[in-house]
């Protein structure tokens, strides 16, 4: 079966179980959509997605038999907006991150990054445990570099999702990003 056919199907599965997640988790109809999804290399996701512009990121990394870390990252404005429709807020009250907030965004990681890790475990039958998830801001670059040192001797290429939240008549925007350690990978791809 093809690769692309792979991805496709994952993620539409992944799509529908993180949805229902979120609307249990909102009390509200919520739903997700991936509007994108290639493999890149690396080197070129900070040109692809704007390294100067300020990011709220949630990193889960990733250990079992394939080793390696994923990243949900949102634009600093709309990690606000999503915490004000997730804590159930008057939309524009969340000025500023507190505990609170990032305890919500880290659980919104959490259900995206877990669903779809989830969900490719399955399909091809590889061993994924997904560890605590970790919230940070900063400028995109600083962001995606915390998982991309670890991992750049180790690997070339990286996944990106573009997805879209549907909450309450509102569209938030953010990326997936899930890399995996050279090997780990290869034997991704063949067991797709």
Request: glycine share 4%; proline share 3%.
């Amino acid at each position: 079966m093809p690769t692309e056919h792979i991805l496709s199907k994952i993620t539409r599965e992944a799509t529908e179980k993180a949805s229902l997640a979120l609307s249990k988790l909102t009390h509200q109809q919520a739903s997700l959509e991936f509007t994108k999804i290639e493999l890149g290399k690396v080197t070129t996701v900070l040109k692809t997605l704007n390294p100067e512009s300020v990011v709220t990121g949630i990193y889960l990394p990733i250990s079992g038999d394939a080793k390696g870390a994923s990243l949900l990252i949102f634009p600093e404005k709309v990690s606000y907006l999503l915490c004000d429709m997730l804590l159930n807020k008057k939309m524009g009250t969340t000025q500023k991150i507190t505990e609170y907030e990032k305890s919500a965004l880290n659980e919104v990681g959490n259900i995206i990054l877990g669903t779809i890790l989830t969900v490719l475990s399955n399909n091809i039958k590889v061993k994924m445990i997904e560890n605590i998830p970790n919230y940070c801001q900063d400028m995109l670059g600083a962001v995606v570099d915390q998982i991309i040192v670890e991992f750049v001797q180790k690997t070339e290429d990286v996944l990106i999702i573009e997805l879209v939240f549907h909450f309450f008549n509102t569209e938030v925007k953010g990326y997936v990003l899930i890399i995996f350690e050279t090997e780990a990978l290869k034997a991704l791809i063949e067991n797709m």
